[in-house]
C-alpha cells in the first residue's frame, strides 16, 4: 500500500472513535454527522483489512490492530498538526528546521558568519547545509525543494523562479607586497603583462573579467586556473601572479594574507549577484524570514537604477537579448 493511496483525514476519525468509544460523540467532536463517520469507518476497514472497532452495545472496542497501531498514528497526527501550526505562526526561536543553501566560494564566506551568528542568538533551532548547485539544474533544484535559497549571477529563469538583487561589487587585483613591476598606483598595460590566476569551480569557461577585456580587444595571461581564492591568494603572496577577485572577498582574505590591493585598471562590470527562491516558498514564513537576514547581513548598497528585474523577467540586466557567454565564478 502506497501513502498516494491513503485519505489521511481517515486516521483522524479512527483516533477520534477509539479516544471517544462511541461514533456519535466521534462526530460530534469532529462536527461530522454519524453517517459521515461510518462511512469513513467502513473505508478504513477496507483500506487495513480489519475491524477495527468491535461493537459492544454503545461502545465501540477496539481490536488487537487498532490497540497495536493507535500510538504512532497519534503521534503522525500530532506532528503534522505541529508542523501546521509553525507554518502558520512563525516564530525563529521555536522553529527546529535545516536550510538547503546553493551557494559559491566568496558568498559563502560573506554570508555564512554573520548569518549563523544571528541564527545561534534569534534562531538555535535552524541549522544551515551548503552546496554548490550547477546553474542548469538550479530550477530544478528549487522546484523540488532540495535547495531552499540560492545565490548567484543574474541568470535566464522561467516565472516560477524569484529573484532578488542582491550585490554589485567592484573588481580589484590583489598582487604581493613588494612586486618587482607595480610601484603606485597599477596600470592597465602593467595589468596585461603580468601573468595571472583565474578562480573558477568550472574546468572551461571565461571570467567576467575575460569577457570584458575580450570585448576591448585585449587578453590576459592566465597561467593557473584555481577552485578556490584563498588558495589563489596564497599564490599570490609567494609568487608574481594577480589575482583579481570582488572587493569585498579581498578585505575578507587580506585578514590572513597581507597583499596589496588595487583597482582594477579598467572600467569594467562589477559583480552583480541575486537571490533566488521558488514561488512555491514565496509565502512560507521561515523561508521569509531567511531571506530577510541575508539582506540584513550584506546591508547591500543603494541599487543601481536598472539592475533589478522584477520576478519572472527573462532578460538579462546587462546583455540584453542577445545571449553572451556565461561568466565563471
Not at 115 to 135: E, F, N, Q
Request: charged share 25%.
Amino acid at each position: 500500500m502506497h501513502l498516494s493511496q491513503v485519505d489521511l483525514n481517515l486516521f483522524v476519525v479512527l483516533e477520534a472513535i477509539y479516544r471517544e468509544g462511541n461514533i456519535t460523540r466521534a462526530g460530534q467532536q469532529l462536527n461530522l454527522t454519524q453517517p459521515a463517520i461510518s462511512h469513513a469507518l467502513k473505508r478504513l476497514r477496507d483500506l487495513l483489512q480489519d475491524p477495527l472497532f468491535v461493537r459492544q452495545g454503545p461502545h465501540m472496542v477496539p481490536t488487537p490492530f487498532t490497540r497495536n497501531m493507535i500510538e504512532q498514528v497519534r503521534q503522525a497526527l500530532q506532528i503534522l498538526e505541529l508542523n501546521l501550526s509553525q507554518s502558520r505562526n512563525f516564530v525563529p526561536e521555536h522553529t527546529r528546521r535545516n536550510f538547503h543553501l546553493s551557494l559559491w566560494e566568496y558568498a559563502e564566506a560573506l554570508i555564512l558568519p554573520s548569518l549563523l551568528r544571528r541564527l545561534t542568538h534569534d534562531a538555535p533551532g535552524m541549522s544551515i547545509t551548503t552546496s554548490r548547485v550547477k546553474r542548469r539544474d538550479l530550477e530544478t533544484e528549487l522546484a523540488s525543494g532540495a535547495v531552499d535559497l540560492a545565490i548567484d549571477i543574474p541568470m535566464t529563469v522561467s516565472d516560477r523562479i524569484r529573484h532578488k538583487w542582491l550585490l554589485n561589487e567592484p573588481f580589484v587585483v590583489i598582487a604581493r607586497r613588494g612586486h618587482p613591476s607595480i610601484e603606485g598606483k597599477l596600470d592597465l598595460d602593467t595589468y596585461l603583462a603580468q601573468r595571472h590566476i583565474q578562480v573558477s569551480s568550472r574546468r572551461h569557461g571565461p571570467s567576467l573579467i575575460d569577457v570584458e577585456l575580450s570585448r576591448r580587444g585585449l587578453r590576459r595571461q592566465v597561467f593557473l586556473r584555481s577552485q578556490h581564492n584563498l588558495t589563489a591568494c596564497m599564490v599570490v603572496s609567494e609568487t608574481d601572479m594577480l589575482l583579481t577577485l570582488p572587493e569585498r572577498h579581498a578585505q575578507l582574505l587580506n585578514t590572513v594574507l597581507v597583499n596589496q590591493v588595487h583597482p582594477f585598471p579598467l572600467q569594467a562590470p562589477r559583480l552583480e549577484a541575486h537571490l533566488y527562491w521558488h514561488e512555491s516558498v514565496e509565502n512560507d514564513p521561515a523561508n521569509r524570514w531567511l531571506r530577510e537576514e541575508i539582506e540584513k547581513v550584506l546591508s547591500p548598497e543603494p541599487q543601481p537604477q536598472g539592475a533589478v528585474r522584477k520576478p519572472g523577467s527573462k532578460r538579462h540586466p546587462r546583455l540584453g537579448r542577445r545571449q553572451q557567454p556565461r561568466p565563471a565564478t
